[in-house]
């Protein structure tokens, strides 16, 4: 969902929802699936999965551009053996016994293409930047006579290979295909199951794709609900998509990005660099030449954990818990209406609402936005059952309408708290960037009293006249360490106030006047007729987006055309008259391979494409070469990192990209022609006699052009198959596409092209006869979290309890107060504390030790609130108290109500 930290989130509020993931060779198999364990013979090391997903650009990434890797991959096909080692660890864990299913990203909506586009300028324009860096820091350490790894330009430089229609995509998915044969031929764990492969080809973002397959399969009649899932990705929206299924049996299996303490298999990576040889002695017998690569450049093994859907689920069965409903509750309404009202927060198609930033808790606020206006709404927001409606009738816009009004009110809150915190860090920074500037002048004027020019001098006359000989651990060394130093430097160099780069806020939203500056700074229009039919367009707009996306999570993409055209989010004020606004999409088809290149890539990374195509890009004739501009202009208003910006590209003219690409598409060889095809998916399975749903898969051997649907009375898999005519496969040989592996010889697999089945209805509740496991978490699990707009400075206290003491009236405004407060009869030791009031919410805590400080907070429902520092006596106690600003802004008070245990 592009929403950055929401993971981090999500654990953090509700953390039985992950398990650790147990590889297949640690003692003891824990079942992390709540259903009946009727199955457990074959079960792996985390209980029984019958399905399991990759999204396979959760793989390919972190294969292709591996962090803190001494010798990382240089051609595609160390690649692409790092990657059959990590499906091999993932397949280990959770042992699926009916489906594998691999899905690729292939050519996504235009709605993710801007982002897609975005994304990749800025990745070109970073590594620019690198190579400048890199380059003065390999100076600076010849300089020192300190020799590191040469640079290196191959196969692997630029990442933006990774997208549909270039020659890395094509090769992957050659590779892909020759992986699963050999797997089926070879390895008992895999002989039972079928294996879907969904190229780059096939149109559609590989976790939608999976979504799809799953939606197709539960609309049959003879669909298992106890079907186990296990989605493997790393990406937010997973999650989403998961709860989205209302399959109850889901699990997503990620990497454990947290912060932790390393675990034991987890070695150092200067450790790991002396250990090639004994792992090329250990490595695996089927493919060993590549495998000894993937060895070699082999990284710390990072642990994974299972986060379980049916737990989350109850989780906000009891976090969304309506006071005095006035509908029935349903709790898969309430699971559609929390997906819906996260996309505000962000995703890959539509940008976030300005007042509600991840960091800043927006989810709770959302959560409570949501149930304190759920009855003023009068009910549930979306009404996923009507998604196929051609006007929109599964948003009810008045309703939506009312919550937004309900988190304005919080808007300029936000905005100023925002700003203040803001101009704090920046004084602070420059504050401690002037300092840091006066003491290194000073130690540099007393070590070189001469000038630094002496100094440089004479550092490189020594260098040049003791020279020694290193071995080959000095350079990995010196070369890890040029790395981590560039590292650094680019991060710097990103973070806009340590760089002094952070730009005036001509807008201060929050402050008097705001919004009109804000288009005025943004759009340039100032007149109020113009700011309002500006407004008007990004509402209609941004609404269209939300409906979009609802359908593109819970059905299917609504338009393959359509995005969002404007770089910002309307404000949360300003969406009125919602009902005006006329709801529907063109169904159309997404755009070829070529053209989606043509589309996202920027010309640093015009090789990927046909020469053709490249002089299109290139040429400043061209109708489209102003798509393509040599400088990025990047939007950093509020953003504190360079990353956070906005790129301010011109939009693809999606017709006129087209009406130029006609016009080479004659130039493209035959095998370029290919790359720009659009395929089907591929199924895969062992040919064997002895399984049923292989020979019920067999029968449609003899059938050259017809689509026959598949045998579901002894496969439980629906849909349709198709001869695959493939020149490359014939008699049992299947040639490897990779180098130094070896060709199948004797396949034992047979494959088909598949067809997924189209549901007929959304069904967006639990399928009939699924068995729901006993719930495990109480009301009492889910902390209570103040707002971010309601307490002072960036973080909440350190602890959140319920206030014991009955909330007292307060006066409105910001005061000031000083008082002594004296610890009651329960209390260990003496203290005193003074307070300062600010907004809150309905909290109070404060603790402390001998010689410690701690803070008192009190939050009351109308916002207002005081916190405090104490100093405690020798003995340790906890101290709750109630305070009370009195007086108007700036005025003196005290404090009242104490209270301590």
């Not at 998915?173 to 294996?195: A, C, F, H, Q, T």
């Not at 642990?303 to 349903?330: A, C, G, H, S, T």
Request: charged share 25%; glycine share 6%; proline share 6%.
């Amino acid at each position: 969902m592009g929403v950055p930290s929401f993971y981090k989130w999500l654990v953090g509020k509700y953390p039985n929802i992950v398990v650790p993931a147990k590889e297949e060779d640690e003692a003891g198999a824990g079942t992390s699936s709540p259903s009946s364990r009727g199955d457990e013979q074959a079960a792996g090391p985390n209980g029984v999965y019958h399905n399991l997903y990759l999204d396979m650009n959760g793989i390919i990434h972190p294969c292709f551009h591996p962090e803190d890797q001494v010798c990382p991959p240089t051609t595609f096909d160390e690649v692409f053996a790092a990657m059959f080692e990590y499906i091999d660890r993932l397949f280990r864990m959770v042992r699926p016994t009916k489906l594998l299913y691999l899905a690729v990203d292939g050519v996504a909506p235009r709605a993710k293409m801007n982002q897609q586009r975005s994304r990749r300028f800025k990745a070109a324009k970073d590594a620019k930047d690198a190579e400048l860096e890199e380059k003065l820091l390999r100076e600076k350490f010849r300089a020192e006579g300190r020799e590191v790894q040469p640079q290196e330009t191959n196969e692997v430089s630029d990442p933006n290979v990774i997208t549909p229609g270039t020659e890395f995509m094509e090769k992957l998915s050659k590779g892909l295909e020759y992986y699963i044969r050999s797997r089926l031929n070879s390895d008992p764990g895999w002989k039972g199951i079928k294996v879907i492969l969904s190229d780059s080809n096939v149109p559609g973002e590989g976790e939608h794709k999976i979504m799809s397959f799953i939606r197709g399969q539960r609309s049959l009649e003879n669909y298992d609900p106890n079907t186990r899932h296990c989605l493997y990705g790393l990406d937010a929206d997973l999650i989403m998509l998961a709860l989205a299924s209302h399959e109850l049996h889901f699990s997503i299996l990620r990497e454990d990005v947290l912060p932790h303490n390393l675990p034991e298999n987890c070695i150092p990576l200067s450790k790991e660099l002396f250990k090639t040889e004994d792992f090329s002695r250990k490595c695996r017998g089927w493919f060993p030449k590549v495998t000894e690569i993937a060895h070699r450049h082999r990284s710390p093994k990072k642990p994974y954990q299972f986060l379980n859907i049916w737990v989350l689920r109850e989780y906000l069965e009891l976090d969304l818990k309506i006071p005095n409903p006035v509908v029935k509750m349903d709790i898969e309404r309430l699971i559609d209406d929390f997906i819906f009202i996260c996309f505000l927060i962000g995703n890959d198609f539509i940008p976030h609402i300005p007042s509600v930033e991840m960091h800043e808790g927006a989810i709770d606020l959302l959560l409570e936005v949501y149930k304190q206006a759920f009855n003023k709404m009068g009910g549930y927001i979306v009404s996923t059952e009507k998604l196929k409606d051609k006007h929109a009738a599964y948003l009810e816009v008045s309703r939506l309408e009312k919550f937004f009004h309900e988190l304005s009110l919080c808007e300029e809150k936000i905005f100023l708290k925002r700003y203040e915190l803001r101009e704090r860090s920046q004084r602070k920074f420059v504050h401690q960037a002037a300092e840091e500037w006066k003491e290194r002048n000073y130690d540099n004027m007393e070590e070189n009293p001469d000038g630094p020019d002496l100094t440089v001098k004479s550092f490189s006359t020594n260098c040049s006249i003791s020279t020694y000989s290193q071995d080959e651990s000095d350079v990995i060394v010196n070369t890890l360490e040029l790395r981590r130093n560039l590292k650094d430097t680019l991060r710097n160099k990103q973070d806009l106030i340590k760089s002094g780069a952070y730009k005036h806020d001509a807008v201060r939203l929050g402050l008097s006047g705001w919004k009109s500056r804000f288009y005025r700074e943004k759009f340039g229009v100032e007149k109020s007729n113009e700011v309002g039919k500006l407004k008007n367009d990004m509402v209609q707009k941004y609404l269209e987006g939300l409906c979009w996306v609802l359908q593109y999570y819970f059905a299917d993409v609504p338009s393959w055309s359509w995005y969002y055209p404007f770089y910002y989010a309307p404000f949360a004020s300003d969406f009125e008259g919602l009902s005006q606004f006329k709801i529907s999409f063109t169904i159309d088809k997404p755009l070829s391979p070529f053209d989606q290149l043509m589309a996202v890539l920027p010309k640093e990374s015009s090789c990927a494409l046909p020469k053709c195509y490249r002089e299109l890009m290139e040429n400043e004739e061209s109708l489209i070469h102003k798509f393509y501009p040599s400088d990025v202009q990047i939007d950093t208003h509020g953003k504190r990192f360079l990353w956070q910006g906005i790129a301010m590209l011109p939009f693809i003219d999606e017709k006129l990209l087209i009406l130029a690409t006609k016009t080479v598409e004659d130039k493209l060889a035959v095998h370029e022609i290919n790359r720009n095809t659009v395929r089907q998916e591929k199924i895969f399975l062992r040919n064997s006699n002895t399984l049923p749903t292989g020979a019920a898969f067999a029968k449609t051997s003899d059938c050259l052009s017809k689509k026959l649907p598949t045998d579901q009375s002894t496969s439980e898999l629906g849909g349709w198959l198709s001869p695959v005519n493939d020149d490359s496969i014939s008699c049992g040989f299947f040639r490897s596409p990779i180098r130094d592996l070896q060709d199948i010889r004797n396949d034992q697999t047979i494959s088909f092209l598949f067809f997924n089945p189209e549901p007929v209805q959304i069904i967006p509740r639990l399928l009939d006869n699924v068995k729901k496991p006993e719930k495990t978490i109480t009301e009492t699990e889910i902390p209570k979290r103040p707002l971010w707009h309601t307490y002072p400075g960036s973080r909440p206290p350190p602890e959140t309890i319920p206030t014991v003491a009955e909330p007292q009236p307060m006066i409105s405004g910001f005061g000031r107060g000083r008082g002594r407060a004296i610890t009651a009869e329960t209390a260990l030791g003496s203290g005193r504390g003074y307070g300062r009031g600010f907004h809150g919410a309905d909290m109070a805590q404060s603790r402390g030790s001998r010689n410690d400080r701690g803070g008192a907070y009190t939050y009351q429902p109308d916002g207002s609130a005081c916190a405090g520092r104490g100093q405690y006596g020798p003995k340790f106690h906890r101290q709750q108290t109630a305070w009370r600003p009195v007086g108007n802004s700036g005025g003196r008070g005290g404090s009242e109500q104490r209270r301590g245990w």
